[in-house]
């Protein structure tokens, strides 16, 4: 019997209802796997939440393990479902005391999450969408990846047996073709970008490889929300005040804003508390905040993008239109960074805090920054800095970060 043809509703966890179009709100079934809505948009995971809040209580976590698993109620995946569990999640809040005080700002917390398996959060979202995928029968995985993604798939991929093929851009950090291979998963290097690489996979994958894309599969974005529950169980079920991310494709950020969503509707916390999210891009590439600031509800794709910070060069992103809505809705911002500020904040994440920061980090560390000085984040509020992969994969970012500095000097 083909695996397709075995997929089974029974590997779904049966608290999971449907997937709901972002931009249209027609709900479909999960079963079979579906990647999208027939109208191209993303899909969003609902739960009954209903039913939950009367039989799930925070209180319960207290006796559960620390990662991600512990909010398996609100994970798609049935408890008889087959999962590698290899150490995703729970990465905690630092204080950044140094930076806090370099800041002026009272309570600063960087969520670091170098400490993922193969050292982004980019761990979350494979976490569940790998094991997903192969319970409806799913067993050949592919994505387009700036870095992290590909390692991510290659390592939940390798744990659970199935094979997996990651089409990079040439120009990707170095290390990430390499931990890709190692984990036993195929590299295709592509000329151009992350969107080159994405319409790569589609031409040249082939039918049976399932396209695990950011967003273009409903369950990375259930890994990650754990970001959220982590963020409001860390501060004593409250939410801080401002969230400081750096975007790309916007999972993380979508994430957390369906996790606060779902955890209101848990009664967990308290409704109309939700934090202002900034979306933070670089120079090289704005598009979500281009739209953003031109008041325009979808992006357009940014040209020539170009960064070092390759997790956030991502020229169009196919949710861009629920990633700007989020932003409203939280009253948040958008800002872009230069080049030489993201790196700059790299090496002062580095010596300040003794976290090796990506790139990425670094970029939401000079945003943080500008928006201290322009009094749009004021001394007294919490605040929690993203800080998304471990600066080991990204050497030649470093090496660049090292001889600006020495050059300043
Ligand atoms: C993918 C990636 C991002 C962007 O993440 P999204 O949630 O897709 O916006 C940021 N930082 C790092 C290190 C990444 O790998």
Redesign the pocket.
Known sequence: MRATARATRSALSPDLLGLVCAKNGHEHEPVPWRGLCDCGSPLSARYDLARLARTWKRASLARRRGGLWRYREVLPLARRARVADLGEGGTGLRPGRVLGAELGLEQLWIKD?SGNPTG???ARGMAVAVPAAVALGRDKLAVPS????GSALAAYAAALGVPAQVFMPRDTPRAFAVVCRALGARVTLVDGLITDAGRALRERAGEEWTDLS?LREPYRLEG?KTLGYEIAEDLGWKLPDVIV???????????MWKAFEEMESLGWIERGHRPRLVCVQTEGCAPIVRAFQSGAESATPWQSASTL????R?PS?VADFWILRALRESRGTARAVTERDLLHDTLRLARAEGILA?P??GAALAALRGLVAEGWVRPGETVVLFN??SGLSYLEALEEALAREAGRS
């Open positions: 999450e982004s959060f980019k700036a870095g992290n993604a950011t990650k991310y750096p975007t790309g494709g916007g999972t993380g950020l979508l994430g910070a390759s997790g956030l991502v992103a990506c990425e980090g998304t992969g």
